[in-house]
């Protein structure tokens, strides 16, 4: 049974929404979900949400996206950036969410070589977690 989400103002407005904002200096809102960002994502068969998918749950104020791998598999290669007919600049709101994430205490990716994951992606997400 899928995990019910509730649309309010509260959501909406949600101090950690405020703080992607304010760290990645984009705004979620801008997005109308065309999916361009998704289908030009090289890491997004890595991922367990697509870019796309994780704008939406900022959008809806579920901050469920602070435990997500997406974040940290994307390499900020800038691609669903530059397909972006709104100018969202989504590696930027990523690197926000993996900032906010180290606050927080959750790394939900494993820093081990052994996984599949991209290596572009795999030096992406050890810089952001090492001192």
Same mark, same amino acid.
């Given at each position: ?8 103002r509260e959501n909406l407005e949600a ?33 367990? %949400?697509?870019?796309? @998918?994780? =704008? ?6 579920? /901050? ?5 791998? &997406? ?8 691609a669903c950036t530059v397909r972006c ?14 900032? %906010?994430?180290?606050? @927080?205490? =959750? ?6 070589? /052994? ?5 572009? &992606? ?10």
């Amino acid at each position: 049974m899928a995990a019910e989400l509730r649309i309010a103002r509260e959501n909406l407005e949600a101090p950690f929404l405020k703080k992607v904002a304010e760290i990645s200096g984009q705004n979620v809102f801008a997005c109308y979900q065309c999916g361009k960002c998704s289908a030009g994502c090289v890491f997004g068969e890595h991922m367990d %949400l697509l870019p796309n @998918q994780v =704008l939406r749950l900022l959008q809806l104020g579920d /901050d469920s996206v602070l435990g997500a791998r &997406a974040p940290w598999v994307c390499a900020a290669c800038l691609a669903c950036t530059v397909r972006c007919p709104k100018g969202v600049d989504v590696a930027r709101i990523m690197e926000a969410i993996r900032q %906010l994430s180290l606050r @927080q205490g =959750l790394t939900p990716v494993e820093m081990k070589l /052994d996984r599949d994951f991209p290596q572009i &992606a795999l030096v992406g997400a050890w810089r952001k977690v090492s001192p």
